[in-house]
Each structure stands twice: as C-alpha cells, then as structure tokens.
C-alpha cells in the first residue's frame, strides 16, 4: 500500500513538475526575435486583438505563446491604443503586460516654416493625421474663437517639448497647446507686448523675422531694435528673409533654396514683401525660437535703422544709423558675394 501511495505521490509530483516546466516555458522565458535592445509597436485607436497580432508578429518568435498568456490575462477582449515598449528577450507574460502599458510620448516641434509642416511634424510623432489636425485647427469656428486668420495660425503654437500619449486626439492637442499659449503669454510678457503698442500675433510675427534675419541669439534684441525703430518711422522693413518667404509662396516651391535676394526677388508682388509693403507682414514667415519673441519684448535701445551681414565676423552683423553708412557695409558685403560666386 505504502509503495502505491509512493508511486502516485511521485507520479503528481513528475506531471507537475513537467506542468510546471511547460508553463515556464509558455509564459516566463524569451519569446522575441529583434536584434534591437528595445522597439516600439503602436496599437492605432479602435483596434482588436487581431490588429495586435499583426503588428506584433515581426517581433515575437512564437505568436500561439503570446495567445495563450493574452487569452488567460484577459487582454485578448481588453486591447489598448498607444505606444508600447517591447524590449529584447521578453516573455510572453512581460509582452503581454507591456502592451497594457502605454508609453508618454515627447512632442517636440520648432523652426517650422509653414503651417502645413508643423502639422506633417505633429502627425510623425502622435496618432492624428495631418487631415484630423487641419479639421480642429483650420476650421471656422476655432479660428474665430482664438481671434486667428489661416496666416497668423502658426502664432497660436509656443516651440516646446509636450507630452502626451500617442493616441491624444486633435482635440486634446488643441486644448493642450492653448493651456502653453496661455501660460507663456503670462501678464509681464502682455505688458511689454502693451508698451510696444503690439499684440502677441505682431509680437509673434516681427520675432520669425528676427529669428530669420540672425542665429545669434544675442544679437536677436539688437535687430529687433532695428525693425522696431523702423516701423516707429512708418519705414518698410525691407527683410530679406520676407523676400525669400514671398518668393517661395508665390512660387509654390517651398523647397528652394535662396542665399541671395536679387533685385528682382524685390519686385515680387505679395503681402509679405516688406520692400513693397510697409508695417508687418500678414502673418510669421517662421516659427521663431523663444530667444526671438523675448527680443522682440526686451529690445535694445539704439539709433540703428540698418544692417548688413558683416564679412569680418560671419554670423553677425554691421549696424548703421545712416543711409549713407549703411552703403558703405553693403559694399562690402556685395563685394565679399560677388567673390563667392554666388548666383541665388
């Protein structure tokens, strides 16, 4: 008797040991197939454990082990939208619970030129598409909401970094970006805008074109000066990076790239051509970095109505309070041009 209750005592303990074996195998050990240390899989709004498969299955070396886990931990019926992490050597259990773990993602958006590529930017890095963007922010009805025209849109978005989870609406983007448009236009930045006799939109336009005009942040206060002074004087503003955004506008070839503004750049026919029209153009030309608004709102207080590219300190510029003077730079800057051979 004692050698049959041996034998069965031993028999469960052998199936379960070989039970226990099985689901380790099942559950606990490696079951990925990627070189990576880690990659990213997005889970698209609305999907069913079938989509899951399929964006998966590059990634996993047996999918059936990853159905059993998902079946048993109830995710088969319970899939979530987002991006997930998924890192080399991962079990079925820890893929599984990966999947329920969506991972923040860091929005990141600056120096856009037009509207349009901030919205391609935008939908490279989250769920909604340029069309889903275009329809909450381009629509009638928010446009007139936030006092905004189609060509001052792109003051309605501070450059920063955001986080949101991948699958963020359109329309938690909006409600987002006007919680950081209110914040940054805080009541001190108001009244410097107020003394200047300009609103956030102006302030917003006049910083693209000092952000266009320098990459040098400490001369940024110095050339808004300048455009300051000017319009104080009803003076065109005469920037060149206007020119090149009117010229690339009409043209409908945003990709060209224009070192040299010719005399004939200056006869475009368009709004934002401040040689032909005066006061600010319609809207930015430019997304302008933070340097550049708070230039704008924080001007040095100088004489200076001109300036030209120096050609002893590259990257900087020559600044004349004269007419004359400033002909005298510009010589030499066309001088120093002509050398280089440069045609456009």
Known sequence: MKKIIIKIVVGVLLVGVLLGGYLI???FTSNTKFEAEEVYV?????SNYEVVKKIIAPYVENLDKVDWVASKRGYTENVKSGKFLLKKGMSSFSIVRSLRLPVPVKLAFNNQERVDKLFERIASQVEPSVAELKAVFENEAFLREHQLTKETLLTYFIPNTYEFYWDVTAEELAKKFEKEYQR???????????ELNMTPTEVYTLASIVHKETAQAAERPRVAGV???RLKANMPLQADPTVIYAVKRES???DQQI????????KVNSPYNTYRIKGLPPGPIFMPDVSAIDAVL???KHNYLYFCASVEKFGYHE????YEEHLVIAKKYSEWVSKQGYKR
């Open 42 to 46: 997005y889970i698209p709004t609305g």
């Open 252 to 254: 409908g070839n945003w």
């Open 259 to 266: 070192k040299v503004v010719t005399f004939n750049d200056l």
């Open 25 to 27: 195998n099942k559950i």
């Open 298 to 300: 924080n001007p040095e």
């Open 227 to 229: 455009y300051l002074n």
């Open 184 to 194: 940054f236009w805080s009541n001190g930045r108001l009244d410097k805008a107020k």
């Open 319 to 322: 600044f004349a309070t004269s």
